[in-house]
């Protein structure tokens, strides 16, 4: 795959996880609320929040790792540009 390629399919990639990470936020508010309703079975919404909380911790370490890849694939396409 060229460079640019990589580079798109890593842009792609990270604007993705963004908005996947967003909505798993999203959740996350949604099940700390409901934890605290009253009337809202607190037990099923505390099991919710951690699998929504483990989710997001997975998707922020996708997005990390994603993000130096691209910064690792743009400084060595300047590397060669400026050496060649």
Known sequence: ?????????????????TIAGLISLY??????WMTAYPY???EI?????WVRLITTAVIGAL??????WLIR???RGHSRTSNG
């Open 1 to 17: 795959m060229s460079d640019s390629g990589k580079k798109t399919l890593g842009a792609v990639l990270l604007i993705l996880l």
């Open 73 to 75: 694939t743009r400084r």
């Open 27 to 32: 959740q996350v508010a949604f099940d700390v």
């Open 40 to 42: 809202a079975n607190a």
């Open 45 to 49: 919404w505390k099991q919710r929040l």
């Open 63 to 68: 997005w990390v790792v994603t993000l130096a």
